[in-house]
């Protein structure tokens, strides 16, 4: 039986038709090393220094802006 917090597997789907694949394959790129930065900072204890906080800021804040951007 399925879970209903479970992920359906055509959400990303979905998305692309909703936002239009250039905006998607953006976002996906984008989203990427903000990922990794702060999962590094979570899991592995790494610290990015200045210059890493204000790139993730940055990267975070144009994906916001991204995000809402409406055709």
Do not use: D, H, I, K
Request: no cysteine.
């Amino acid at each position: 039986m399925r879970n209903e917090t479970e992920a359906s597997p055509t959400a990303p789907f979905a998305s692309v038709q909703q936002a239009g694949p250039t905006v998607a394959t953006t976002v996906t790129l984008g989203s990427g090393p903000v990922l990794v930065t702060t999962g590094a900072r979570l899991t592995l204890g790494e610290r990015s220094g200045a210059a890493g906080t204000v790139a993730v800021a940055s990267g975070v804040a144009g994906l916001v802006l991204l995000m809402g951007v409406r055709r």
